[in-house]
T-cell receptor
Framework: GAVVSQHPSRVICKSGTSVKIECRSL??????MFWYRQFPKKSLMLMAT?????????EQGVEKDKFLINHASLTLSTLTVTSAHPEDSSFYIC?????????FGSGTQLSVL | GENVEQHPSTLSVQEGDSAVIKCTYS??????FPWYKQELGKGPQLIID?????GEKKDQRIAVTLNKTAKHFSLHITETQPEDSAVYFC???????????FGGGTRVLVKP
């Protein structure tokens, strides 16, 4: 299957700082990527759809100013958690479609102290 | 919007036995149903998928069935092995490759 690379795998930051997470499609191009959030022992919840060359589409209840998404190229989407607080601590996972299947990155565990 | 229910939430089986996970969905427009396996601390891995024009699909020890009329689909794992232990998620979407709505997940434990 297609490979989606996500970095970093783990990040610890202080409250009030911003954290950037990168998602890359390694062997294919993706005009759309999806960002999910997952709490411990819970399912994946869609946060937003990242669109290359245009604004991201956010799901209801997701603060677009808190979670900034930039789809800079056909192989890279970034999620920036701005002014992070402990309640933003979670597992963030990106995904990208290839040949009508959705492939996921390895996830980023964010811990905000 | 789409709502996907998944049962059971936990499943413990003896090595060599079969495991069955069931999902129901609400949106009759959904026509693509993938299954993912997630190990601790990792992203979900696509293990099998099925489209609405097919009733059953098999890949070695894994099979998926779909009843579009009843809006049910199920994952069957035969001859389970300890490495099958993980969390399994079903999902549904109207268009393959589009955003997915996930079920709540099933934690499978295969006891040696």
């Amino acid at each position: 299957g297609a490979v989606v690379s996500q970095h970093p795998s783990r990040v610890i930051c202080k409250s009030g700082t911003s954290v950037k997470i990168e998602c890359r499609s390694l062997d294919f191009q993706a005009t759309t990527m999806f960002w999910y959030r997952q709490f411990p022992k819970k399912s994946l919840m869609l946060m937003a759809t990242s669109n290359e060359g245009s604004k991201a589409t956010y799901e209801q209840g997701v603060e677009k100013d808190k979670f900034l998404i930039n789809h800079a190229s056909l192989t890279l989407s970034t999620l920036t958690v701005t002014s992070a607080h402990p309640e933003d601590s979670s597992f963030y996972i990106c995904s990208a479609p290839s040949y009508e299947k959705l492939f996921f990155g390895s996830g980023t565990q964010l811990s905000v102290l | 919007g789409e709502n996907v229910e998944q049962h059971p939430s936990t499943l413990s089986v003896q090595e060599g036995d079969s495991a069955v996970i069931k999902c129901t969905y609400s949106d009759s427009a959904s026509n693509y149903f993938p299954w993912y396996k997630q190990e601790l601390g990792k992203g979900p891995q696509l293990i099998i998928d099925i489209r609405s024009n097919v009733g059953e699909k098999k890949d070695q020890r894994i099979a998926v069935t779909l009843n579009k009329t009843a809006k049910h689909f199920s994952l069957h794992i035969t001859e389970t092995q300890p490495e099958d232990s993980a969390v399994y998620f079903c999902a549904a979407t109207e268009a393959a490759g589009n955003k997915l709505t996930f079920g709540g997940g099933t934690r499978v434990l295969v006891k040696p």
